[in-house]
């Protein structure tokens, strides 16, 4: 058992060796505030941000990885307003504008684009146009105010485990320092960048850890040590 452990370790950590990596840093379980930095090829490119976490603070989520945690440590569920722990994909872009020229997967959020948080649909944690029957609840991917003008979508919960989370992106801020429904935010010119920095080919992944998770994911990442 501990062989197959460090066999499965040592391939995980392969295959996230060389990518781009956006790690997000609270104090703790309960911060609604984070420090985001991007990295690529052992040197930081993007930060320090401060970005804004969920209401709620910090949950373990369900990703690529999954960091160490025991039975006390809080865990996402869906509508808890907690932003997820762990590592996980980057899976697209998605925005207002309809041309816009990025290196990763771009979805344009028209009226009909929707992502279902109704964790008894068969479209639960996915983006989709607006089917005939509605789920019994869901996200408009176009909304009236500006935090989906540009967002990224993360990969969390991509098994769509019933009520363990859906529709987690990285977007525009509400406001200056207004916490969030479970994702993580900034400001428009902030993740303009980051947008513009993401591509496809290098893999992206997002780490969310508390700094009582840092040195696991140094251990993991050492490539993230300054």
């Known amino acids: 058992m501990v062989k197959s452990f460090l066999i499965i370790t040592i391939c995980q950590i ?3 060796a060389a990518q781009q990596t956006i790690l997000v840093v609270g104090d703790g379980y309960n911060s609604t505030r984070a420090v985001l930095e991007c990295f690529e090829d052992n040197k930081k490119i993007i930060g320090p941000i401060e970005v804004n976490l969920g209401n709620n603070g910090l949950g373990f989520g369900l990703g690529k990885i999954e960091l160490s945690h025991t039975k006390d440590t809080p865990i996402k569920r869906e509508g808890d307003k907690k932003t997820p722990i ?12 309809k041309d816009l020229d990025f290196k990763m997967p771009y979805l344009h959020a028209t009226k009909d684009l929707i992502c279902v948080d109704d964790s008894d649909s068969q479209f639960y944690n996915q ?34 485990k019933k009520e363990a989370g859906s529709c987690i992106f990285i977007h525009v801020e509400k406001s200056k320092g207004s916490p969030t ?4 935010s900034m400001s428009l010119s902030d993740i303009k960048k980051i947008a513009s920095w993401l591509d496809r080919e290098k893999n992206p992944i997002l780490i969310q850890a508390t700094k009582e998770q840092l040195d696991e994911v140094l251990k ?3 490539e993230l040590k300054e």
């Open 14 to 16: 392969f295959l996230f």
């Open 86 to 97: 762990g590592v996980f994909t980057l899976d697209a872009l998605f925005g207002y504008k």
């Open 127 to 160: 983006i989709i146009k607006k089917p005939e029957i509605l789920p019994k609840s869901f996200e408009e991917m176009r909304r009236e105010d500006a935090q989906y003008e540009l967002g990224i979508v993360v990969g969390h919960n991509k098994e769509q």
């Open 181 to 184: 429904a479970g994702c993580t």
């Open 220 to 222: 993991l990442y050492p």
